[in-house]
């Protein structure tokens, strides 16, 4: 399924997020296991726990302005 946002968006609105939180991260394995850190990950949107295909609340209040 294609991302109907641009990666600029979806990295814009995640960096300023307090509600991140990395897919990985949330499976429980953290960050050590792939030997990478929080910050070598490409902070955005669509790797968050709550994205949803693009339905969290914080992201449509943050485009819907
Ligand atoms: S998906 Fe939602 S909670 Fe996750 S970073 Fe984006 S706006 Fe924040």
């Known amino acids: 399924m294609k991302n109907a946002y641009p990666d600029q968006i979806l ?11 990395h897919i ?10 792939l030997n990478v850190s929080p910050d070598n990950f ?10 949803l295909g693009s339905s969290c609340n914080i992201f449509q209040s943050e485009i819907g302005e």
């Open 42 to 51: 490409t902070r955005k949107c669509s790797d968050c726990v709550n994205w």
């Open 11 to 21: 990295c814009s609105i995640a960096e300023e997020c307090q509600e991140f939180e």
């Open 24 to 33: 990985i991260s949330a499976m429980g394995y953290g960050y050590s296991l």
